[in-house]
C-alpha cells in the first residue's frame, strides 16, 4: 500500500501568481486534509474533502481553495499570493472514521518572493 | 473553540535521560489526542494516540503518554532517550471530525 504523496516537493512563486498542490491519497482513504505550517509553527487546518465534497474549511480567506476528485486525491489552489502564504503545505488522509489518526505526506515547500 | 497549549517551545536534555514534553488541551466536547513527530523537512509521522479506554498509551520508539481529563493534560514521556530523538514535536487533538487542531510544537535537542 502506498502512502500520502504530494508533488511538487519545491515550489518558488512570485507575489500576485496562483498555485496548485497535489495530493495523492493513501489507498482506501476517503478523507483529505490540507493544513499550512509556517516556519516555526504548528500546522494550521485549512480545509478538509469527503468524498469530493468540502467537509471543514479553517480560518483561511477565499482564495484557498480545493478539489477532491473521485479516486479521493486532491488540489489545493492558492490565488493571488502574498508573501506570508510562505510555507510547507500537508496533506493528510484519513479512513471513513472518525478518531482515526491522519497520515501525513511529506509536504510542498512553497516559497513567495 | 478547542485549542492545544505546549508549554515548552524548547527542551534540552542529555542522552540516555528521561523526558517529559508536556501538553495541555481546551475543548468543551470530547477529544481523540495525538503526537505527531517531525523531522527536518518532512511531514508528520504518529507517535501514539489516545481514543478511549487506558489512560497510558503507548507508542513507536518507546514513547508513552498518560491522558488525564482532570487537568485536561496529555503529557509525552520516554524514559531514556537517543541522539535520534532530536525532533519537533507536535500535540494535536481531534474532536471526531478528521481535522487537527496541533499546539505549537516543542523541540526536544538531545545532547550527547
Known amino acids: 500500500e502506498t502512502g500520502v504523496t504530494q508533488s511538487p516537493t519545491h515550489l518558488i512563486k512570485t507575489r500576485g501568481q496562483q498555485v496548485t498542490l497535489r495530493c495523492s491519497s493513501q489507498?482506501?482513504?476517503?478523507?483529505v486534509s490540507w493544513y499550512q505550517q509556517a516556519l516555526g509553527q504548528g500546522p494550521q487546518f485549512i480545509f478538509q474533502?469527503?468524498?469530493?465534497?468540502?467537509?471543514g474549511r479553517g480560518n483561511f480567506p477565499p482564495r484557498f481553495s480545493g478539489l477532491q476528485f473521485p479516486n479521493y486525491s486532491s488540489e489545493l489552489n492558492v490565488n493571488a499570493l502574498e508573501l506570508d502564504d510562505s510555507a510547507l503545505y500537508l496533506c493528510a488522509s484519513s479512513p471513513d472514521r472518525g478518531g482515526t489518526e491522519a497520515f501525513f505526506g511529506q509536504g510542498t515547500r512553497l516559497t513567495v518572493v | 473553540a478547542q485549542s492545544v497549549t505546549q508549554l515548552d517551545s524548547q527542551v534540552p536534555v542529555f542522552e540516555e535521560a528521561p523526558v517529559e514534553l508536556r501538553c495541555n488541551y481546551s475543548s468543551s466536547v470530547s477529544v481523540y489526542l495525538f503526537w505527531y513527530v517531525q523531522y527536518p523537512n518532512q511531514g508528520l509521522q504518529l507517535l501514539l494516540k489516545y481514543l478511549s479506554g487506558s489512560t497510558l498509551v503507548k507508542g513507536i520508539n518507546g514513547f508513552e503518554a498518560e491522558f488525564n481529563k482532570s487537568q485536561t493534560s496529555f503529557h509525552l514521556r520516554k524514559p531514556s532517550v537517543h541522539i535520534s530523538d532530536t525532533a519537533e514535536y507536535f500535540c494535536a487533538l481531534d474532536t471526531g471530525r478528521r481535522a487537527l487542531t496541533f499546539g505549537s510544537g516543542t523541540r526536544l535537542q538531545v545532547q550527547p
Open positions: 474533502y469527503y468524498r469530493e465534497e468540502e467537509n
Open positions: 489507498s482506501g482513504h476517503n478523507t
